[in-house]
């Protein structure tokens, strides 16, 4: 089967700019998770869809990040405006249940805000 | 408040030697435990968890919540096992997520 799919894989920005991020889970999961990996520390979860809902979201910055699924599939994850401290590896998630189960993870997307 | 503790960043063993990566973890509740792999400009990809007791590569792990604690183990390291590995945890509404900071295992030939 096919991996979860992320784009682009690099992204530099300057501070200040925005930025979008893209991720495609595996065929019919319906779980999505995006995490933030900054350099040196593990994954830190920042949101989680179940379907096209959101389940979990305390650990998103709402002043500056967003993330939609709009139909239970693809999802979009935006910082705008962007800090240095943003800069860090963006991974997608996808599972086939919520809780518990195991997590595919796609390749990532490197970000950094100069 | 750290819910995951991975003491050791660096960590490295002769290939034969036993290998144990520590995992502490901080939660009140009936917590889910797991182990990470990400090896060499692979994805990070589940190795094994707790409710199944499975021995995946050689690796095992038991829950201690009597020390809070969820050891990954093998006996005989191999040069593949070279890796970085992340021990997680969920809460029971699965709600959550927590991730060790990792630490990276060299299995020396």
């Known amino acids: 089967e096919a991996g979860v799919a992320q784009s682009p894989r690099y992204k530099i920005i300057e501070k200040r700019q925005s930025v979008a991020f893209w991720c495609n889970p595996i065929?019919?999961?319906?779980?999505l998770y995006w995490y933030q990996q900054i350099l040196g520390q593990g994954p830190k979860l920042l949101i989680q869809?179940?379907?096209?809902?959101?389940?979990?979201d305390s650990q998103l910055p709402k002043d500056r990040f967003s993330a939609e699924r709009l139909k239970g599939v693809d999802s979009t994850l935006k910082i705008q405006p962007a800090k240095l401290e943003d800069s860090a590896v963006y991974l997608c998630a996808s599972s086939a249940q919520r809780q518990g189960l195991e997590q595919y993870f796609g390749p990532g997307t490197r970000l950094t805000v100069t | 408040a750290q819910r995951v503790t991975q003491p050791e960043k660096l960590l490295s063993v002769f290939k034969g030697a036993p290998v144990e990566l520590k995992c502490n973890y901080s939660?009140?509740?009936?917590?889910?435990l797991f182990w990470y792999v990400q090896y060499s400009r692979q994805r990070l990809q589940l190795l094994l968890r707790h409710i199944s007791r499975e021995s995946i590569k050689g690796f095992t792990a038991d829950l201690n919540k009597g020390e809070t604690s969820f050891h990954l183990k093998k006996p005989f390291a191999q040069e593949e096992d070279s890796a970085m590995y992340y021990c997680a945890l969920t809460t029971f509404t699965g709600n959550q997520f927590y991730f060790g900071t990792g630490t990276s295992l060299t299995v020396i030939p």
């Open positions: 065929s019919g999961h319906a779980t």
């Open positions: 869809f179940q379907n096209n809902g959101v389940v979990d």
């Open positions: 939660y009140s509740g009936s917590p889910e």
